[in-house]
């Protein structure tokens, strides 16, 4: 895996992160990319929005648009990623707490 791969995959960790910590799984992308940033990843709307778009083709999130802005939910399949129960690939593994 090249450096850039990897930060993707870490930064798309920090996406699915963020949404499972929210009771409902769910944030848009504005809130995304600030939790992106709090973990140290500064990044851009766009970036984000290429995130949830590639989350949502490998089933890890629901995106729906909402007044010009996109909104992701957390499936299942994303929470048990969160969750060290399933792994999906370029989606940095979570580490073990």
Request: charged share 25%; with cysteine; proline share 2%.
């Amino acid at each position: 895996m090249s450096y850039r791969e990897h930060i993707v995959a870490d930064r798309r960790l920090c996406l699915v992160r963020a949404l499972s910590e929210e009771p409902n799984g769910t944030l848009n992308e504005t809130s995304l990319q600030r939790a992106a940033e709090a973990y140290g990843h500064h990044v851009s709307v766009h970036a984000i929005k290429a995130d949830l778009r590639w989350l949502a083709d490998v089933d890890a999130v629901t995106v729906v648009e909402v007044a010009g802005y996109l909104v992701a939910t957390l499936t299942a399949l994303g929470e048990d990623h969160a969750q060290h129960r399933t792994i999906i690939k370029g989606i940095a593994r979570p580490r073990l707490d």
